[in-house]
Each structure stands twice: as C-alpha cells, then as structure tokens.
C-alpha cells in the first residue's frame, strides 16, 4: 500500500467546527460531530476501516463540508480497496479545501491502484506544489512511475523522499524495485536491505531480493527470503510461485510442486504456477493442484 495521510485531530476537529482553510467563524461543533470525527481518525489508526467508514460517514451526515472527514474516509476507503469510493472521497475534500495537498496526495495513491498513472503523477505534482517537503507524496508519486515503467522518474521521487526522511523503508523498497528493473542489482540490493532494516517485515523488500538472488543463481538465498515473505504474508501466491522457481532451479522438485500447487490454491489464475507444473509433468488440474 502507498503512503496515505490522514487529518491529525486537531485538523478533524477544527474542520468539524467549520474551519478547513483557516477562514470562517462557524459555529462550535456539536458534541455528536466531535465523537463520530474522533472515531473516524481512532478507526484509521486502529486499523478498523471499516468503523472509520461508518463513523466518517455519521460526521459527514451531520456536518456535510467537513473536509477532514472526507479525507479520513478516503483512506479508509483506499485501505479497504475500495478505490472508486476513495477517489471520490479526496475529489470531495478538494471541492471543499482545494490547498489540501493530503487529498491531492491520497488520490494520486487512489489513482495508482486504478492504473491511471497520468492523473496519479498530477495529483502527486500538485501536492507536492502545495508542499514541497510533503514525504508521502514523493513515495506516492514514485510508486506511480515505477509501476507506469519510468523508472529513472521513480529512483528521482524516492531518493527525494529518503532525502526528507531517511527512515522511509517503503521509499528505499520502491527505489530498490526501479533500480533492479532497470538492471541495477548493484544500488538494488543495498536499498532492499535498509528497507528491511527499518521494517523487518517489508514483504516487498524480501520478494525483491529473492528475486534478485534466482537470477545470481543463488537458490539458497532466495529461498531464504522467500521463506521470510511466506511467514510474514502466508496467502501471497507470488512469494510461493517465486519460491517455487527457486526450488525448481535448485532441484527441489517437490518442493517446487509443492508451492505451485499452494500458489494456485490462492490465485488459480497464476499462469506462471501452472506453467510450472507442466514443466515438472504434474497435471495442474489434477486433484491437489488447485
């Protein structure tokens, strides 16, 4: 998931009183918009989204050009991948702040996930116009150039926003994934590896490096840390087909069956997985495989 920002409290609840920009005199709020607003940022941070959207959603009701409560919605939409829902939710916070540079930076990660790289690389640009020492939305930004091919771009924005924050692990996780898709293991791998040491539990960075160790024919190794990813992440079907290419190649032939078969069970769609099989002679279709 890319970096989202939510209304600290004192934001939710001054925007509950009426007051997004710094302009107006509004009324005090209600005690039921002060509650309902500080359980929708308790929801987002508790990582309960689903409470946050039911509790954003009261404060909205009560108090229709809350900005906050859009914003704070809005990433609770994005975590739930809801993405259409949280697009809509930032669209609304700029229709009501539009010096907002959080709801510009939420829906650029917004349009990422939806594909839409151009309008992602927009939203991100005029958050960072907005703020220029916004860190979260030179991750944003990054994350989408790297997954519209631009890497060069991508290496640009995430050593931006390790400049402004060294201890960043999705920024170097992101710059490590550019660097070795453009067959720079020698800056991918060092990136990788502070990821990990910043966050232990960075799935991305391990799949990254195991990866990188099936091409160095380093079979071990990438087992390893494909071993790491599975216990982090038990239903990545990525992590089980990459360890099963690196069981394969290092002749752990049922080992190999093994994890495409779990990686099928998770996404029987996985082409490379069933791929794998055939080339072991095992019927994909064949009871256990899926």
């Not at 997004?20 to 309960?48: F, M, Y």
């Not at 050009?65 to 975590?79: E, H, I, P, S």
């Not at 809801?82 to 700029?94: E, M, R, V």
């Not at 907005?130 to 771009?153: E, F, K, Q």
């Amino acid at each position: 998931m890319t970096g989202l920002r939510l209304g600290v409290a004192m934001a939710l609840l001054a925007a509950a009183a009426g007051f997004t920009g710094g302009a107006g005199t509004a009324a005090a709020p209600s005690d039921a918009v002060i509650e309902a607003s500080q359980r929708c940022l308790d929801g987002n941070h508790k990582g309960d989204y689903a409470a946050a959207v039911d509790d954003c959603t009261q404060t909205i009701t009560l108090d229709p050009k809350n900005a906050v409560a859009y914003l704070n919605r809005c990433a609770a939409y994005q975590n739930l991948r809801n993405y259409a829902a949280a697009i809509a939710d930032c669209t609304q916070t700029i229709a009501l702040d539009p010096g907002n540079s959080s709801a510009y930076s939420n829906r650029c990660a917004g349009y990422t996930d939806t594909g839409n790289y151009g309008a992602a690389v927009a939203d991100c640009t005029q958050a960072i116009t907005l703020d220029p020492t916004y860190v979260n939305a030179y991750i944003n930004r990054c994350n989408s150039y790297l997954h519209s091919g631009d890497n060069a771009a991508a290496i640009v924005d995430c050593g931006q926003a390790i400049a402004l924050d060294p201890n960043q692990d999705v920024a170097y996780t992101d710059r490590c994934s550019a660097y070795d898709a453009l067959g720079n293991e020698v800056s991918a791998v060092p990136d990788c590896e502070q990821a990990l040491r910043l966050n232990p539990g960075s799935t991305a960075a391990h799949i990254n490096l195991g990866v990188i160790n099936i091409r160095q024919k380093n079979y071990a190794g990438a087992v390893a840390q494909l071993d790491q990813t599975i216990a982090l992440a038990p239903g990545s079907a990525i992590a089980l087909l990459d360890r099963g290419i690196a069981n394969e190649l290092s002749g752990s032939r049922d080992a190999a069956i093994a994890d495409y078969q779990n990686a099928l069970k998770i996404d029987p769609a996985l082409a490379a997985a069933t791929a794998g099989l055939k080339r072991l002679g095992v019927d994909p279709a064949a009871p256990g495989a899926q």
